[in-house]
């Protein structure tokens, strides 16, 4: 073990910033100084991989936020331009692997809870379809988390305004988190992530969209670049129909705790209790 | 200076042996050798290059991790006996036993290594360096409780042979507390193992409590089926002496607990089955196949009947104590757990995934040539613990004062 620790060590520190990023503290044990060493050590390492200039973002949560998620599914057509659209804000590699965040599927109508009989790569000529539904699923930001209970290294954690992050560079890849997530709202790079250097978005932040790396975990973190300076998850701007709603559930005044006390809204697996934020409704 | 010559000695022992130890050993590495290949492909390319995928994320390596955490809790089984009861033919034999479980833990850590995506950040896994999540995370507590199962499985064994090479008795005051330890330990590595699977309410398959008893039942069957196995072939070319009668209650042992593995899968059959609900799909995906997805049902099908007839074999006195039979019975015991309680474990939990998914994972090639070298690895280390204890325990290697055959102390020497 020892051999092969020191085998992985020594492919990555033949340069200082590979020893750095060897060392490399856990995120929430930073200090604000050793944060912004790592910020200029990533920058330059992005700068250098995609020839683009990267902002890494560690913008804190905001006190009295909590976010909180509504789906229309009567509205929703099946389309999947949230699921490109999360694509290219978050960054994730496009092919092998090809990841995504968002998935969407296609039930028969008449069936909701068992999801056996989901269709997962439905691929008609035009949306929607008669006879079906379709149910966009993605991390559905628990507030009692099986992922993080499991984490054996304490990787991945709730923020305070109740995003489920994951410290890319903490992270060492035993996959506990995708066992026991009920809605299956992780996925790994399972190789070194492509993503070509046009499609880069540069916006980022440490605990979101930044750049990944091979064999480390990742999820949606309702775009947390985004949310926290005041702007909607790039899957609701995307929306054609309407169908995402975005909210501080500790808001009285949000939309999202406006459909929460008028229309009858559920949460998948409501009897696992892991709480989540993100409700579905039907509009009609 | 009789404590280098110890050492000494050791090391060169290690390397003197007959035509077949060279032979076995160059094998051995061989299959090393490749898998390192492999795993440096592994390590470059990532772990897409196993067949393991979102929906299914654990595979082979986690299988026989399972399959090995048993085996090396198994070692309580000729532990308790021999200890306990005073039943002499398996007190003989004690010292290997506990050796094997060692060997069995090393292969199991080193399973979950290959698994791991980031192997150079072990150490955050650490205690107290890196940020080890205990006790919230059941992989936290198998971490600990597999370091220290490994630790007490090499200080025992060490000991003992140590204190027989310097022709003393081993203290009982060191030995017997260290030995009663072991028993809950063996049991309490296998327990964290299945609930490592088994506190995962998203993985119906896995969330059932008939887990951990299931288990532990069918570890007893197969590290005491290896056992038999490589004690004979120990007597054959190391000249260990192991008694016929020993491996004969061995195998009564086993008898019993596969009558419990099966026992208790049966129980989990009913439930799903009678009650048929959604939770009944993964089990269905196993033994019959799923929506037109079946690569492990002729796997779990063999599985169950060289469990059912290893248990006919074991039961019968007359069969179990014909040698012939009882490595036939050995064998199918050592393949059918590892399908059980690999493959026919891990995948299953992942189908259908939460999502309804159906995607069938076989192992490739890259997971088949590091898992045999895994293996390999630690059979290379048993032989290597075996070429040095075996003289030892024989009377063959020891202090030089006794170094007089007359004044060789007698084999039996090791009990504490």
Avoid at chain 1, 21 to 48: C, G, N, P, T, W
Avoid at chain 1, 234 to 248: H, L, S, Y
Avoid at chain 2, 307 to 325: D, G, H, Q, S, Y
Wanted: with cysteine.
């Amino acid at each position: 073990m020892g051999a092969l620790a020191g085998l992985s060590l020594g492919s990555l520190s033949c340069t200082r910033a590979g020893m750095e990023e060897f060392l490399q503290k856990h995120f929430r044990e930073m200090s604000e100084d050793e944060k912004k060493a790592v910020i200029r050590r990533l920058e330059a390492k992005y700068l250098k991989k995609y020839g683009k200039k990267v902002r890494i973002s560690t913008q804190q949560a905001e006190a009295g936020v909590l976010w909180g998620y509504g789906l229309d599914l009567s509205r929703c057509i099946g389309c999947r331009r949230c699921v490109y659209a999360c694509v290219n804000e978050n960054n994730q590699s496009r092919v092998n692997p090809q990841l995504q965040w968002i998935r969407v599927i296609r039930l028969k109508k008449g069936s909701l809870i068992n999801l056996e009989n989901a269709e997962h790569y439905y691929n008609p000529e035009t949306v929607p379809e008669p006879g079906f539904m379709y149910m966009p699923v993605q991390c559905q930001q628990c507030e009692n988390p099986p992922c993080v209970r499991v984490c054996p290294v304490k990787a991945t954690w709730k923020e305070p305004d109740g995003i489920v992050v994951v410290d890319y560079n903490w992270c060492i890849g035993c996959r506990y988190c995708m066992a026991a997530c009920p809605y299956k709202g992780r996925v790994f790079n399972w190789a070194e992530p492509n993503l070509p250097a046009a499609e880069l978005n540069t916006e980022v932040h440490y605990l979101g969209n930044r750049p990944r790396m091979k064999n480390v975990v990742e999820k949606c973190t309702f775009c947390i670049q985004r949310v926290r300076q005041g702007r909607y998850p790039a899957c609701v701007e995307i929306c054609p129909t309407g169908t995402r709603k975005f909210g501080n559930l500790l808001d009285p005044n949000s939309e999202i705790r406006y459909l929460i006390e008028n229309k009858r809204v559920f949460r998948l697996k409501e009897d696992f209790n892991t709480d989540p934020k993100f409700y579905y409704f039907f509009s009609a | 200076m009789e404590a280098w010559r110890f050492f000494k000695k050791t090391v060169s022992m290690v390397f003197i042996g007959t035509k077949g130890y060279y032979l076995w050993c160059a094998f051995l590495l061989t299959v090393i050798g490749i898998a390192i290949t492999f795993y440096i492909q592994q390590l470059d390319a990532g772990l897409i290059v196993t067949q393991m995928r979102d929906q299914v994320s654990w595979g082979l390596y986690i299988g026989n991790f399972t399959y090995l955490v048993g085996v090396a809790a198994a070692a309580v089984l000729l532990v308790i006996p021999a200890y306990i009861y005073h039943f002499d033919p398996i007190k003989e034999i004690v010292v290997l036993g506990e050796l094997l479980a060692a060997s069995a833990i090393i292969m199991a850590l080193m399973f979950v290594l290959a698994d791991l995506g980031r192997p150079d950040r072990f150490w955050h896994i650490i205690p107290f360096i890196g940020s080890l999540s205990f006790p919230n995370s059941l992989l936290a507590w198998d971490v600990i409780v597999l370091n220290g199962y490994l630790v007490l499985n090499t200080i025992v064994p060490i000991y003992i042979l140590v204190k027989i090479y310097f022709g003393a008795e081993p203290s009982k005051k060191f030995v017997i507390p260290l030995v009663l330890l072991s028993i809950p330990w063996a049991v309490g590595i296998h327990t964290v193992t299945a609930f490592l699977y088994n506190g995962l309410a998203a993985r119906p398959f896995w969330n059932a409590s008939i887990l951990a008893p299931r288990f532990l039942a069918s570890a007893f069957c197969s590290g005491p089926a290896m056992a038999i196995i490589i004690f004979q072939i120990l007597r054959k070319t190391a000249g260990m002496k192991i008694r016929n009668e020993a491996l004969f209650k061995i195998s009564e042992l086993i008898a019993y607990s596969m009558f419990i593995n099966l026992f208790l899968l049966g129980a989990e059959l009913f439930k799903e089955y009678y009650t048929g609900t959604i939770h009944l799909a993964p089990m269905e995906y196993l033994y019959q196949g799923l929506h037109g997805h079946h690569s492990l049902v002729p796997w779990i099908w063999s599985a169950l009947f060289m469990n059912v007839t290893a248990f006919v074999i074991f039961l019968i006195p007359k069969t179990r104590e014909n040698l012939l039979t009882l490595n036939i019975g050995s064998f199918f015991i050592i393949v059918g757990v590892w399908i059980e309680k690999g493959l026919g474990l891990i995948v299953p939990g992942f189908i259908p995934d939460p999502l309804g998914e159906i995607y069938e994972y076989m192992p490739n090639i890259n997971e088949i040539a590091i898992s045999l070298g895994i293996w390999a690895f630690g059979l290379l280390i048993f032989t290597l613990f075996m070429r040095i204890a075996i003289p030892i325990q024989r009377g063959d290697f020891i202090h030089s004062r006794y170094a007089k055959p007359t004044a060789r102390p007698q084999y039996e020497r090791i009990e504490p």
